[in-house]
């Protein structure tokens, strides 16, 4: 009987698909989204001549097995949406901002972006992995518009 269950057990672990850590697209699980004025220096003044600029606050649910993190900041145009994979030579657009395990807030990963415009603004994340420091395709990006003080919707 034993045997039978085992010889089960292994025709239906092998017909499920295996996913090498890394290989899926993450899901950008955010659970915080705010902005704040652009300040600065101990006494938070506002940053003379960026008035206009806000700082972003971005927090999102760890994953597992991620030893890093990387955001992708106004990066439409490099990352294929369809496939998390990056474009060609497109380096140059939007601006990639590595986080480690000790960047949180409240215990969970977060980027903390000041100088960031108002208007539309886009996110992508993908994490480093523990086994060999292979790096996930990017996520389906996030859009919020960005105003005023607050939380993002």
């Known amino acids: ?30 659970y915080q989204a705010r902005v704040k004025q652009h300040r600065q220096g101990a006494q938070g003044d506002l940053v003379e001549g960026e008035e206009d600029l806000r700082k972003i606050i971005l927090g999102w649910h760890a994953i597992p097995s991620a030893v ?6 106004q990066c439409v145009g490099r ?9 060609g030579d497109t380096a140059e657009i939007g601006t990639v901002h590595a986080t480690t395990p000790q960047d949180t807030c409240g215990g969970e990963p977060c980027l903390v972006m000041p100088g960031a415009p108002t208007g539309y603004n886009t996110f992508h994340l993908r994490y480093k992995t523990s086994d060999g420091g292979k790096w996930s395709p990017w996520s389906e990006m996030q859009r919020f518009d960005v105003q005023d003080v607050g939380h993002l919707q």
């Open 79 to 87: 990352i294929e949406e369809a496939t998390g994979a990056e474009s």
């Open 1 to 30: 009987m034993n045997h039978r269950i085992t010889l089960l057990l292994t025709l239906a672990l092998s017909a499920c698909p295996v996913t090498i850590a890394g290989d899926e697209r993450p899901e950008f699980s955010i």
């Open 68 to 73: 890093g993190y990387e955001i992708c900041h």
